[in-house]
Structure formats: C-alpha cells, structure tokens
C-alpha cells in the first residue's frame, strides 16, 4: 500500500521559513515526478511546485517562485519543499503527491495523495 506522510509544517512569523518533507512507502518512486499542492480554508487546492523524476527539472507557481524550493532524495524515497520568506497569505494545509506513471512529465493528473500538513503564517 502506497502511502505519503507530510511532515514539518507549524506555525511561522511572517518572512520567516520552513521545511516540509514527504516520506514515500510502499513503493519506490524514483522514476515519477513529484508535486506540492496546497488548499487555503475555503479555497480550492492548488498546485505549489513539481519535480522530475532525476530532480533535473521543477515547476513552481507564480506565486511562490523565487520563495520555495522542491527537491528531491531518492535514495531516501523523499520529496522535500522548502518554504523560505512565507507571507500571511501563504496559510494551507500543504499536500505531497506523486504520478503514477513513470517517467510522465510534468503530471496533470497525480494518482496519490498524502493527507497534508498545516502551514500557519502569523502577520
């Protein structure tokens, strides 16, 4: 059983950072890209960053390009985004994802899911 377990989220002041982790099982992953969403109360999910499969190439929304880093261990079957400079208006609960098909990239269509973890942005 696939499964991806979030970590590293909590409360945060205002331009300050964060690391998130994304630690896969049951599977190995190596050859997939790799995605952060995240989902503001009230609001949609939404895609946050992506990675390719070797890690040579990622993908970010506007909105946190320049801020945030995806990266990726395969060795350790884990994806990681690091969040440096967050704003109030980055608040979610943040969600790891990864594609079901090897060597697909970029993915529109991710087949699994972990069940997030709270960022919280204080002004």
């Known amino acids: 059983q696939v499964q991806l377990v979030e970590s590293g989220g909590g409360l945060v002041q205002s331009g300050g950072s964060l690391r998130l982790s994304c630690a896969v099982s049951?599977?190995?992953?190596?050859?997939?890209?790799m995605g952060w969403f995240r989902q503001a109360p009230g609001k949609e999910r939404v895609f946050v960053a992506a990675?390719?499969?070797?890690?040579?190439?990622?993908m970010y929304a506007d909105s946190v390009k320049g801020r945030f880093t995806i990266s990726r261990d395969n060795a350790k079957n884990t994806v990681y985004l690091q969040m440096n400079s967050l704003k109030p208006e980055d608040t979610a609960v943040y969600y790891c994802?990864?594609?079901?098909?090897?060597?697909?990239?970029?993915?529109?269509?991710?087949?699994?899911w972990g069940q997030g973890t709270q960022v919280t942005v204080s002004f």
């Open positions: 994802a990864a594609e079901g098909t090897r060597w697909k990239w970029p993915s529109d269509d991710y087949d699994y």
């Open positions: 990675i390719h499969w070797s890690g040579s190439n990622t």
């Open positions: 049951g599977r190995t992953f190596t050859r997939h890209a």
